[in-house]
T-cell receptor, first 111, second 114 residues
């Protein structure tokens, strides 16, 4: 069964600090891995998408890494801002219509 | 601006009633999808459509129905057969299959059963 596990389930950080979110997956075959940001009550918005040949990709203060051998990915948020408070969802694609979604990590940034 | 519009944002339903959630896109995307989001769970696929007048069941299609009469529109009906319909529903679209194409989401519709 294709699975995507995210950790931690939630975390609280102070504004200006960094944090790292983890994603482990068992999806096979593998086409690409995506990270989405979802504000409360809104639809998810894409942050990054990486194929198996890419091991890092940045989008502003967000940097995603991928280790396709160990089937692990991380999302690093640098110099967090209050607007970073959201749920971050890891999504893995096996190259068809059926994406596998993680349950998300809820990040709360406090002033 | 191009995007996906879902309506209504909030919807309340009495038990035994059917309700229809609207999803319209002006991105000229071929593929459209409906997902259900419950607390503590990943998004689950209800239905998807890759072309007009064709759609396929996802993982949790029971109690739901869809139509794809126009490229821009993919409405979802939550029928009385859906035993636990209270959830956040997300519509999405992509140029091609989600495996390769970027997936764009609407703002969601929250359905509550009274």
């Amino acid at each position: 069964k294709n699975q995507v596990e995210q950790s931690p389930q939630s975390l609280i950080i102070l504004e200006g600090k960094n944090c790292t979110l983890q994603c482990n997956y068992t999806v096979s075959p593998f086409s690409n891995l995506r990270w989405y940001k979802q504000d409360t009550g809104r639809g998810p918005v894409s942050l990054t998408i990486m194929t198996f040949s890419e091991n890092t990709k940045s989008n502003g203060r967000y940097t995603a890494t991928l280790d396709a051998d160990t089937k692990q990915s991380s999302l690093h948020i640098t110099a967090s801002q209050l607007s970073d408070s959201a749920s971050y969802i890891c999504v893995v694609s096996p190259n068809d219509y059926k994406l596998s979604f993680g349950a998300g990590t809820t990040v709360t940034v406090r002033a | 601006d191009g995007g996906i519009t879902q309506s209504p944002k909030y919807l309340f339903r009495k038990e035994g009633q059917n309700v229809t959630l609207s999803c319209e896109q002006n991105l000229n995307h071929d593929a459209m999808y409906w997902y259900r989001q419950d607390p503590g769970q990943g998004l689950r696929l209800i239905y998807y459509s890759q072309i007009v007048n064709d759609f396929q069941k996802g993982d949790i299609a029971e109690g739901y129905s869809v139509s794809r009469e126009k490229k821009e529109s993919f409405p979802l009906t939550v029928t009385s057969a859906q035993k636990n319909p209270t959830a956040f529903y997300l519509c999405a679209s992509s140029i091609g299959r989600t495996g390769t194409g970027e997936l764009f989401f609407g703002e969601g519709s929250r359905l509550t059963v009274l």
